[in-house]
């Protein structure tokens, strides 16, 4: 998975409460991505990165908010996780733009 | 907001035979093309990708056909093999936006012995 790691793998919560998925690259790779991955969607893009502190908004970005304090590390922040944010969540790389290295991905269930 | 439409959503090939799997993307002018691999419980791998300035794009047994003036472009992967069993995900990147990708929402392929 090209040097990105993302913790945890697994997670289950419940509503109401914040939760912190992580991603950890050691490719010193520019961007940085988070997807969320549900049947029928595809993969959308929730939040990314163009550098340290520098990021911006997806197409669902909705309750979710991101930071990039190092190059290699890339937060994803469920303030209030709700049961509509029970998904897979994929962590992605990018060198220049263009070609995205993914991560294997967290799965986070919502009660 | 779906640009990129992927069809069939899932496909059922005998080992040996030809999968062909379908993208068309509306209006929004996009500048490349890549093809992603997901196995079950993995990430999703890059696995061909290409430019709108040629029509073709072969590696070993999985081939890129664009056609611009249509919209569209497909995967072919000849030879089919029970490996290659996996969800297939087309996706573009808007031209002046190189940094982000519009997926398509994947086609489950089966082949079978």
């Known amino acids: 998975d090209a040097g990105i790691t993302q913790s945890p793998r697994h997670k289950v919560t419940e509503t109401g409460t914040p939760v912190t998925l992580r991603c950890h690259q050691t490719?010193?790779?520019?961007?940085m991505y988070w997807y969320r991955q549900d049947p029928g969607h595809g993969l959308r893009l929730i939040h990314y990165?163009?550098?340290?502190?520098?990021?911006d908004k997806g197409e669902v970005s909705d309750g979710y908010s991101v930071s990039r304090s190092k190059t290699e590390d890339f937060l994803l922040t469920l303030e209030s996780a709700t049961s509509s944010q029970t998904s897979v969540y994929f962590c992605?790389?990018?060198?220049?733009?263009?070609?995205?290295?993914f991560g294997p991905g967290t799965r986070l269930t919502v009660l | 907001q779906q640009q990129v439409k992927q069809s069939p959503q899932s496909l059922i090939v005998q080992k040996g035979g030809i999968s062909i799997i379908n993208c068309a993307y509306e209006?929004?002018?996009?500048?490349?093309f890549p093809w992603y691999q997901q196995f079950p419980g993995k990430g999703p791998a890059l696995l061909i990708a290409?430019?709108?300035?040629?029509s073709e794009k072969k590696e070993g047994r999985f081939t890129i056909s664009f056609n611009k003036s249509a919209k569209q472009f497909s995967l072919h992967i000849m030879d089919s093999q029970p490996g290659d069993s996996a969800t297939y995900f087309c996706?573009?990147?808007?031209?002046?936006?190189?940094?982000?990708?519009?997926f398509g929402t994947g086609t489950r392929l089966q082949v079978f012995p």
């Open positions: 209006n929004t002018a996009f500048d490349y």
């Open positions: 996706a573009a990147s808007p031209s002046g936006n190189t940094d982000k990708l519009i």
């Open positions: 490719e010193n790779h520019r961007y």
């Open positions: 290409i430019r709108p300035d040629v």
């Open positions: 992605a790389i990018s060198l220049q733009g263009h070609e995205q290295f």
């Open positions: 990165s163009y550098g340290v502190k520098d990021t």
